[in-house]
Nanobody, 126 residues
Framework: QVQLVESGGGSVQTGGSLKLSCVASGYTTSDYCVGWFRQTPGKGREGVAAIAARGETQYYRGSVKDRFSISRDNAKNTLYLQMNSLKSEDTAMYYC???????????????????WGRGTQVTVSS
């Protein structure tokens, strides 16, 4: 059984930083395209970042590029999202998710993701 468990969310002031973690069990994050998504009330879930299984190719939403960084610790089977220079519009529930896509291809298209965590709340205030 695949489980993805996020942590690291919280409240932070504008311009601050947070690092989200996602520990996987029953699933090896280094073998597949994995990503982070976020959702606010009344809005659909949107892809934030993703990292391919091979080649470490990374994908970022335009609004977070140069501020967020996705990474993995293969030994800990953990996915991370380092978020810097946070803005109020980054406030959302953040989810990690996994696909069955191996190789160098990856995507932030939700339909490609089979496994989802329950999310961790990030609140950015001025």
């Amino acid at each position: 059984q695949v489980q993805l468990v996020e942590s690291g969310g919280g409240s932070v002031q504008t311009g601050g930083s947070l690092k989200l973690s996602c520990v996987a069990s029953g699933y090896t994050t280094s073998d597949y395209c994995v990503g982070w998504f976020r959702q606010t009330p009344g809005k659909g879930r949107e892809g934030v970042a993703a990292i391919a299984a091979r080649g470490e190719t990374q994908y970022y939403r335009g609004s977070v590029k140069d501020r967020f960084s996705i990474s993995r610790d293969n030994a800990k089977n953990t996915l991370y999202l380092q978020m810097n220079s946070l803005k109020s519009e980054d406030t959302a529930m953040y989810y990690c998710a996994g696909t069955s896509l191996s190789g160098s291809y990856c995507t932030t298209e939700q339909s490609a993701y089979k496994y989802w965590g329950r999310g961790t709340q990030v609140t950015v205030s001025s």
